[in-house]
């Protein structure tokens, strides 16, 4: 079984993304995990990581680039990382913490468009 440090070189190799501007997702079906990675920064990749398999800390930035990156990618990214980096992780436990992340990034994203302008 790999150690900590393994599975966060892991997480980074899966995650690592060039910084290109985000395109439109497509709203249905599974998302190609390439295409995914070339829209959403090494960090916010890290951090979507451990606030769903550390319980660790995921800022409004990153959650709106998320919502922005659409939610096909979303669960590419989940459920790569169970099969890949956590095989022995609770599926049903990690999938419902996937979902809680996505529902409120997404109200978090909701909530930037509906303020008013200055």
Do not use: Y
Request: contains cysteine; charged residues 20%; hydrophobic residues 35%.
């Amino acid at each position: 079984m790999a150690g900590p440090s393994r599975c966060h070189l892991l997480v980074i190799f899966l995650l690592q993304v060039t910084s290109n501007a985000f395109a439109t997702p497509t709203l249905e079906g599974p998302a190609n995990l390439k295409d995914c990675e070339r829209q959403f920064t090494e960090k916010c990749g890290i951090e979507v990581g451990n606030s769903i398999f550390n319980n660790g800390f995921l800022s409004d930035d990153c959650c709106r680039d998320l919502v922005k990156l659409g939610k096909p990618c979303h669960d590419t990214f989940l459920n790569t990382s169970l099969v890949a980096l956590h095989p022995n992780a609770n599926k049903a436990q990690t999938l419902a913490k996937g979902e809680q992340i996505w529902t409120e990034c997404v109200a978090i994203d909701n909530s930037e468009n509906t303020r008013p302008s200055p």
